[in-house]
């Protein structure tokens, strides 16, 4: 009999890379990992996993800061082992054993199942083991999982890329889009709403182009209407559509299929048509507020939230004044803004009229500013409805001083409201009258009107009462060799 080794994953960057990291939580523990219990100390997991991303600012000197801090604990602990994935890996190598040379495994996004079969190769040929595949070795919806949550899930229905968009270097690191078939999709989700899930997440890096594949246009409005034929779905989600490709027949799926929520994450980046040239954005302004326009007619309850970037090279005083129109018209319930910095491989990395940091600071603080009072303003006017709330799990912090829990209206607004007399779980349904709204929060302070008992609140019961029983310290052998066999795709949920 072999000793138990513990697992941690440390993830950064996009929901992508959150689905990515559940599955190699799943595929660890088929190989007969445990996974480390939440408090342990830094360095004391057998091995290590940064599921790393390539977007964020200053990606590789947190990693390699992250990767200096526990040179000394593996120096310390021979056994233990770090393995690196996700886009930086993608994108540096060879760059990462010989800056970080105490680094086991390094993997890229496009065969995340080899990690178990690697982390056994490093161990017993004591050197690095460096495996990047050029495309996908398995779509990663065919490897076990182990969710992070009992009543909510991802489901990846396409990975990749088709755009060419300057600033970002996704589609060179997960390649161009590959789409799932539509029946493993449902296969999935009706797997996982056998297990007690009520809410998916339809995810892709460009949602609606799903079906370029087979020339299918109208594919992924086909796909929420499919969803709406799911017994015990409650609500579905989507992130992230394109302008480009969002078309009038999905806007009618949403409006048209009840469990498909009012709520759309629609990137803008920028308001300038120059700008948006600039990017490769194959839309321009017009077009992107004519979408909004028409999803408003078709669904005037709904909650849009955007992305935007600040101080794009060659962004003029007039070009960031159009940002700022674009979101005083579509009022945006939210914003992901960001001040544009440089990324390494991408074509706006090199462009002339960088914008020094003081100006893009100062743009980038009024569009805030302007954000936030929209944000309250259309948040004021949810104070009076009934909205019906599923109960989330840490979803507030303060929740235990407050006496209060909170959860996601149907148009993912976050709202807090009193605890119910009767026990409530999450994954369960609190009807609720919103009486306060804060700028990212709404309040609902008066008894809950009613409480739904619901499948997926059995199912996170039944996953803690598992989680508690299960004994400490149970041993296994050491970690299967080879990737695992793909599961069937009705199974597919792991």
Same mark, same amino acid.
């Given at each position: ?102 680094? @086991? ?48 899930? %991802? ?5 990749? /890329?088709?755009? $060419? /968009? ?12 590959? @789409? ?32 370029? @594949? ?12 499919? /969803? ?72 005037? @309850? ?43 491989? $991408? ?28 944000? %309250? ?23 235990? $001083? ?51 008992? $619901? ?40």
């Amino acid at each position: 009999m072999g000793v138990t080794r513990s697992y941690e994953i440390r993830t950064y960057g996009c929901q992508m890379n959150v689905h990515d990291s559940e599955r190699l939580s799943g595929l660890l523990e088929d190989a007969g990992y445990v996974r480390a219990p939440e408090g342990t100390a830094e360095g004391d997991a057998d091995v290590v996993v940064f599921n790393t991303c390539a977007v964020r600012e200053n990606a590789d000197n947190k990693l390699y800061g992250n990767l200096g801090r526990l040179a000394p604990m593996k120096t310390k602990r021979p056994g233990m082992q770090i393995a690196v994935g996700g886009c930086l890996a993608q994108k540096d190598r060879d760059t990462i054993v010989k800056r970080a040379p105490w680094v @086991d495994v390094v993997f890229g996004t496009h065969n995340i199942g080899k990690l178990p079969v690697l982390l056994e190769r490093a161990r017993v040929q004591e050197e690095a083991q460096v495996e990047i595949a050029e495309s996908l070795e398995a779509f990663p919806s065919t490897l076990p999982t182990r969710r992070e949550s009992a009543y909510a899930a %991802w489901v990846s229905i396409s990975v990749g /890329c088709n755009n $060419t /968009c300057t600033f970002c270097i996704v589609p060179a690191l997960r390649g161009k889009e590959k @789409d799932r078939r539509t029946g493993d999709i449902l296969a999935e989700i009706e797997a996982l709403v056998a297990e007690g899930v009520s809410e998916i997440t339809l995810l892709g890096q460009n949602v609606n182009a799903y079906g370029s @594949d087979i020339g299918d246009r109208e594919a992924f409005s086909k796909l929420l209407r499919a /969803c709406g034929k799911i017994e015990g779905l409650e609500r579905v989600r989507f992130t992230s559509p394109h302008p480009r490709d969002f078309t009038d027949d999905v806007i009618a799926a949403m409006a048209e299929t009840p469990n498909v929520m009012h709520q759309l994450h629609m990137p803008l980046q920028s308001g300038s048509d120059t700008v948006l040239k600039a990017m490769r954005r194959s839309y321009r302004q017009e077009r992107f507020l004519g979408i909004i326009e028409k999803v408003r007619a078709a669904m005037p @309850d709904a909650a849009i939230s955007t992305d935007i970037i600040v101080g794009f090279p060659g962004e003029t005083e007039e070009d960031f004044e159009q940002t700022m129109h674009v979101v005083r018209e579509a009022r945006f319930a939210n914003a992901f803004t960001f001040q544009y910095s440089k990324r390494p491989g $991408t074509p706006a990395a090199t462009m002339e009229g960088q914008i020094p940091k003081e100006v893009v600071q100062a743009r980038y603080e009024r569009l805030v500013a302007l954000q936030e009072e929209i944000s %309250w303003e259309e948040n004021k006017k949810q104070v009076g409805r009934v909205v019906d709330v599923m109960v989330a799990e840490g979803e507030g912090r303060k929740d235990g $001083t407050t006496q209060r829990l909170s959860g996601r209206a149907p148009d993912n607004r976050l709202v807090h409201f009193t605890k119910p007399d009767e026990d409530v779980r999450p994954g369960d349904v609190v009807t609720v009258e919103i009486t306060y709204a804060a700028p990212h929060h709404l309040l609902a302070e008066g008894a809950a009107k009613a409480v739904r008992r $619901t499948r997926a609140g059995d199912a996170w019961e039944k996953r803690n009462a598992a989680a508690a029983a299960k004994p400490a310290g149970v041993m296994l052998g050491i970690p299967t060799i080879g990737a695992p066999a793909p599961s069937p795709a009705p199974a597919a949920a792991g």
